[in-house]
Structures are given as C-alpha cells and as structure tokens.
C-alpha cells in the first residue's frame, strides 16, 4: 500500500461529482463494516484491493467500494477524484476518514527460503510498505484494516508511542528520501533473512494495538494480537450451541433464483476461515420458486453449530423462519480449527455424521415417540458439502432402496462395528468406496471444482 500525499481537500456533496467511488450501507461498528468489505473482496486475491472507511456526522460508518490496485501496490490516492488543474481531493461532505482497508494477494513466489511457517506468516501481515505508510499517515486515518489471503482479517491501530517512533524508523530510508522503505532497516533484514515475518508481526504487536478480528488457522482466534505472538496458535474449543429462549433469530442471506446459488453464497462466505463444525440450512420460498442460506456466523466472525436450534424437536426451541419459507436442505462445512500449521487436505468429502443427521432430521416414523425427542420430517431436496480443499459438492436425495441402505449402514448409531463410519475409522473401507456408495444412492455433483474435485458434474460410481 502507498502513503497518501499531503494534498488539500474540498469537501462537496456526494452525488455533485460523478468521479466519487460507490459507498457502502451505513454500519454502526467500524469493525463490522471492515468485515463486509473483507467479504466483497473474498476469493479475488489476484491483485491488492482496498478503500477508505469513513465516519459520517450522525456516527454511521461507510466505506468506499473495494478499487482495484495493482499486483502488489494499493493506492489510496487514487480512490477519490481530484482536480486536474489544482490537483486538490474531492470528499464527501459530512464525512471523516475513520481507516483505510486493503488486501493482499496470494502469491508466494520468492519465499521458499523461508520455513513454512513464515512463508504463511508474509502475505497475512502488514508489509514494510504498509507499516510505513501506515504511521506516515497518522494524520488521516489512525485504524488500518488487512485482508489476508488466508481468510483472516487484522486491524492495526496507531499508538503514537515510542516503540511505534522506533519501527517507523526501521520501516523508513534514508533521511533525504524516507519513502524509499526499500533503503530501510526492516526491509534489508528481511531480504536478509536475518529477521522474520513473524518478527514483524510482534513488533507491530508491541507498537500499537493490533488485532484480529476475523479468525485464521495462522491468527488464532480473535482479539488483541500479543508481542510475543506465535503463528497458528491453540485454538479454542469449538463452539458449543445451546439452546435458548427466546431462540436468537436467523442471520439470512439474500434471495436466490436456486438452491445452488445460495449453496455457491455461503461456501464463499466460509472461504477459508478457520472454524469449527458449520452445519447449516436452506429455505425455500415454494410460491415464488426462491432460496435464502441461513448463516451460521456469530458476532466474531467464527462459525455455529446450528441445528441445535433450527431442528430442535420441540418448536417452542426454534427460531421463526421468515413468511412463506421452509426448510428444504442442509449444507456442511467440516471443523478446520487446528492448533497447528497442519493442512485440511484429508476430509475434502461428506463425513458419515453428516449424512446421518440428513437422514435423521428426513425422517418419518410410523409412529411417533411421546418419550424420545426425535427430530424429523423436514424436507431435504438438496444437501451440500463445503470442503476446505475450496470444492463444493452437491447431493440430491433420492429416497430409493438404495439410499435406505446407505442409511441403515453410515452410522455407528445403526450399524456399530461394520457401519461406514467404524470401517473408514479402522481402514477397512477407502474413501473412494464412500463416495461411490453415496453416487449410487443418490445424485452426487461436483459443482465448484478443486484439487481433489477438478471435474465439474455428476459424479459417476467407478
């Protein structure tokens, strides 16, 4: 990212010059509003992109939509229009700079002299560039919000102390020609390999305030980032749903034409965050033909276990779907909460408790307990799987004999020793077998395609 240049303002209504970036809906929480544009920008991470965040005189925040930069530059002083004579800024009026926002892409070329560890660490931090232009901008904005291509959101707050002096002076060159970062301390130590990203990282730590606010497996989890920081710390538990009453109300997703494209919402939506067990639903809207993804995300940005609510057998427990809607699938994305560098390369599948609880909350007994809680008779006409490989998969019931087996076989609750899930466990049954197993029950797509996934469509037993 570069540093904004020392040029004068004229503050003029929005909508008098056709030149100024599109702004987003007003947000009460700056960090809120930070992870909206973290979200827009989402898989695009073939270039840097960024804008400001502003706050308006009735306390409302808003941010400039995310502008492309180049490869590996931002540059904030293109976002606003300027004058071509007198070269002057033109700024919404009623509005303050609160931060500016930009994200990083996901190259990793020249870094393989670097442990692995640091190698993640790089691209997820602010760069000497950033630090520079970061403090030399003190002025302007004193909050600077970074996407990571790693799914992590960091805040960095200004706190004019003297550890913070000190690091602008490592991060700037000479004194004739301080901008140059590339003639500073920091950036030849680097080159050097004489200090490391994660070195940075602590420095920055215990600079000013830096934090995270949406969670990676490199980050941990959110919250003020410590000076003795270490990358992929322990993470903690995943979260534990219990029910409530009243019960909270669903976070929606916008209306969508299919059941695949709101399946495609919210696998970009998870991306590649770290988290724990996201199962989830679909509603469908069977009148007009409409889908909306119920989405399990909390204040944090960390996801839920949510059927503890949505499906809890008794309805008093459930929260209010909106008017016109029912429930019409399932969707999952497996625990990628590691404390530890460890990749999520081998669960790129269905889990057999996945399918179990599809089954369960499917199912219709003949006779229904007055002693058991049992959760069924939801509709299920699509399920889907996020996997953290980046493929989304799609499975479509099929309620045949077939499939009946499969439900009678996937679980130890059925089937104990010689059920699916026991016979991956021991090694007795490949992955490979699982997954014709599912293709022959049903209709088994490939929708998003991946590493493991690289062919689009039906899946075929083989």
């Known amino acids: 990212m570069q540093a904004l240049r020392r040029r004068t303002r004229r503050s003029v209504p929005y909508a008098s010059h056709?030149?100024?970036?599109?702004?987003?809906?007003?947000?009460?929480?700056?960090?809120?509003?930070?992870r909206h544009v973290h979200e827009v920008i989402g898989s695009r991470r073939d270039r840097e992109y960024g804008g400001f965040i502003m706050v308006r005189k009735d306390g409302k925040y808003v941010a400039t939509e995310p502008m492309a930069g180049k490869t590996f530059q931002f540059d904030p002083n293109e976002v606003f229009p300027s004058h071509e004579k007198e070269g002057y800024v033109?700024?919404?009026?009623?509005?303050?700079?609160?931060?500016?926002?930009?994200?990083?892409?996901?190259?990793?070329?020249?870094?393989?002299?670097?442990?692995?560890?640091?190698?993640?660490?790089?691209?997820?931090?602010?760069?000497?560039a950033d630090i520079y232009a970061v403090?030399?901008?003190?002025?302007?904005?004193?909050?600077?919000?970074?996407?990571?291509?790693?799914?992590?959101?960091?805040?960095?707050?200004?706190?004019?102390?003297?550890?913070?002096?000190k690091l602008f002076a490592r991060v700037s060159g000479p004194a004739d020609r301080p901008h140059l970062y590339e003639l500073s301390e920091l950036y030849r130590a680097l080159r050097a390999r004489t200090l490391m990203p994660g070195d940075v990282v602590r420095l920055l730590a215990g600079a000013g305030d830096l934090h995270v606010v949406v969670a990676s497996r490199l980050w941990g989890k959110p919250g003020r980032v410590a000076d003795d920081w270490k990358p992929y710390p322990e993470m903690p538990e995943p979260v534990a749903c219990d029910v409530v009453w009243p019960p909270a109300p669903l976070s929606l997703s916008p209306e969508f034409g299919s059941a695949d494209e709101a399946a495609r919402y919210v696998h970009a939506r998870i991306g590649e965050r770290a988290h724990s067990l996201a199962v989830g639903f679909l509603l469908r809207d069977p009148r007009r033909g409409i889908y909306r993804a119920a989405e399990p995300v909390l204040q944090d940005g960390s996801m839920v276990y949510?059927?503890?609510?949505?499906?809890?057998?008794?309805?008093?427990?459930?929260?209010?779907?909106?008017?016109?809607?029912?429930?019409?699938?399932?969707?999952?994305?497996?625990?990628?909460?590691?404390?530890?560098?460890?990749?999520?390369?081998?669960?790129?599948f269905f889990q057999p408790d996945d399918l179990h609880r599809m089954f369960e909350y499917r199912y219709v007994p003949t006779r229904r307990s007055k002693l058991i809680p049992v959760r069924y008779g939801f509709i299920m006409s699509e399920i889907y799987f996020s996997s953290p490989d980046g493929a989304l998969l799609g499975y479509t019931p099929s309620c045949s004999d077939e499939e009946y087996r499969l439900l009678r076989q996937v679980s130890r609750a059925y089937s104990g020793d010689e059920s699916v899930q026991a016979r991956l466990?021991?090694?007795?049954?490949?992955?490979?077998?699982?997954?014709?197993?599912?293709?022959?029950?049903?209709?088994?797509?490939?929708?998003?395609?991946?590493?493991?996934?690289?062919?689009?469509?039906?899946?075929?037993?083989?």
């Open 18 to 34: 056709p030149g100024m970036p599109a702004l987003s809906e007003p947000f009460d929480d700056p960090d809120e509003l930070a």
């Open 90 to 128: 033109f700024y919404p009026l009623g509005h303050e700079d609160y931060a500016i926002y930009h994200s990083h892409p996901s190259f990793s070329v020249g870094l393989d002299a670097w442990p692995e560890h640091e190698r993640d660490t790089y691209p997820n931090v602010l760069s000497v």
């Open 135 to 165: 403090i030399d901008d003190s002025a302007y904005c004193p909050v600077t919000y970074l996407s990571g291509p790693d799914g992590s959101l960091i805040k960095y707050t200004l706190s004019h102390s003297e550890a913070e002096k």
């Open 306 to 348: 949510a059927p503890c609510s949505i499906f809890h057998p008794d309805e008093y427990y459930r929260p209010a779907l909106p008017e016109g809607y029912r429930i019409d699938g399932m969707y999952f994305a497996p625990d990628t909460v590691v404390p530890d560098a460890a990749r999520q390369d081998g669960r790129p």
């Open 425 to 462: 466990s021991a090694g007795t049954l490949r992955s490979s077998d699982f997954v014709d197993m599912l293709a022959r029950a049903g209709r088994l797509r490939v929708i998003q395609i991946s590493r493991n996934w690289p062919k689009a469509g039906v899946v075929t037993p083989s």
